[in-house]
């Protein structure tokens, strides 16, 4: 049996010999190492591939995000809604840009911003939602933009984990104003790191464009129309985007068997749950199931870290976390999943036996008969 990965964060093996050719010809051919030809041939292969009108790619999913929000408008005074379950990031870039997070629980259903709560929760101050389709999953999309539209919300969604997942076929990320992707390992496909936005909004290509060069309209000329960061990318790591993308159409579907497989070998195993997912739209990321009962998950992921498999408990919930602990509500459905939630391995290289023999090991643990 191939050797199940060790640890969850160890994905893909992402410097496979496609990608090591292709680094190696590029360098070979001079190849221009900062953002150039390389990198806009990578911003199409995501344009195209999420139907966007515009893709700019920049250095993380983090920056990304704040770029997003700096390209909107968005700054001291302002606030904007967070699901309270995301990782970091999310909410981080809002408190970056000088805004105020304002954290909401997540709806059960789908662990992604209860809209219920994000429209209770919208005051004269709301200037933005940051919708994230947590593992590609998501809400009636036309529910998310209704309220923005309603309240007049700018809409930024954070699609770091949703690159080949879709709503009734269009490309989440593509839904709001501007959408947000992340490459870092070990996202679906990875550059290391790395981020990109998506938009159809011209105007706004142009201020993330001028945002992620110092505030430039043209590179290399220092008249800065606005104020900027440093956050280009490289043609090195582009190349290696680009082979990545060759590989996502197959990451996907392989994504969606393993997802499959575990839901077949796991779904009738208690206390294990399984979040619904329409596997139609969604390419899971993460196999993320719920392990209920007190301590049970750290036993489980315990048990099975000592059969050497890896697993990795899902983030906590973000109002827990030292920079947020101020923050008061009711996170009932966040705190549950953060303290029940595990993440089991989900590398698109494993292979059915690998995943059969995860599913054996839980089924011992949990004393279920084969
Ligand atoms: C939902 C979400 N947003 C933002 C980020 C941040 O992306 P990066 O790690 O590229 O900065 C991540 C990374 O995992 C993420 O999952």
Redesign the pocket.
């Known amino acids: 049996m191939a050797e199940v990965t060790k640890r969850i964060n160890q994905m893909e093996p992402w410097l496979g010999e496609e990608e090591k050719r292709a680094v190696t010809e590029y360098l070979d051919s001079g190849g221009w190492l900062t953002e150039f030809k390389k990198t806009r041939e990578f911003e199409k292969l995501i344009a195209d591939f999420t139907g966007s009108g515009y893709a700019s790619v920049v250095n993380?999913?983090?920056?990304s995000?704040v770029i997003a929000l700096m390209a909107l408008g968005i700054g001291g005074g302002d606030e904007v809604i967070v699901p309270d379950f995301?990782?970091i990031?999310?909410a981080n870039a809002v408190a970056l840009v000088g805004a105020k997070p304002v954290l909401i629980d997540i709806d059960p259903s789908n662990l992604c911003l209860d809209l219920e709560r994000a429209e209770a929760a919208i005051t004269p101050r709301t200037k933005a939602v940051i919708y994230?389709s947590?593992n590609g999953r998501c809400h009636d999309m036309n529910k998310v933009t209704a309220l923005a539209d309603k309240y007049h919300l700018h809409l930024l969604e954070?699609a770091?984990?949703s690159l080949g997942s879709r709503y009734q076929g269009k490309h989440l990320g593509t839904f709001g104003e501007i959408g947000?992707f992340?490459?870092?390992f070990p996202?679906i496909i990875t550059t290391g790191?790395?981020?990109a936005l998506v938009t159809d909004n011209e105007e706004l290509f142009r201020k993330i464009s001028m945002i992620k060069d110092f505030g430039r309209p043209q590179s290399g000329v220092d008249y800065h129309e606005i104020i900027g960061l440093n956050s280009k990318f490289t043609d090195l790591q582009a190349v290696i985007g680009i082979e990545q993308m060759r590989k996502l159409d197959w990451r996907v579907k392989r994504k969606k068997e393993i997802y499959q497989h575990y839901h077949h070998l796991l779904h009738n195993t208690e206390p294990i749950k399984f979040t619904a997912t329409n596997l139609e739209d969604c390419s899971p990321w993460f196999i993320d199931i719920v392990v209920d009962g007190e301590g049970t998950r750290e036993a489980l992921a315990k048990f099975l870290d000592e059969r050497g498999i890896g697993s990795r408990p899902v983030y906590p919930a973000i109002h827990t976390q030292p920079p947020y602990s101020g923050v008061k509500g009711d996170f009932k459905n966040s705190e549950h999943i953060s303290q029940r939630g595990l993440w089991l391995p989900s590398a698109s290289f494993l292979s059915d036996q690998d995943i059969e023999r995860v599913c054996i090991e839980i089924k011992r643990f949990f004393g279920a008969t084969q």
Not at 60 to 63: C, L, Q, R, V, Y
């Open positions: 993380n999913g983090t920056i995000l995301t990782m990031a999310s994230v947590l954070d770091a984990q947000s992340s490459f870092s996202k790191q790395g981020g």
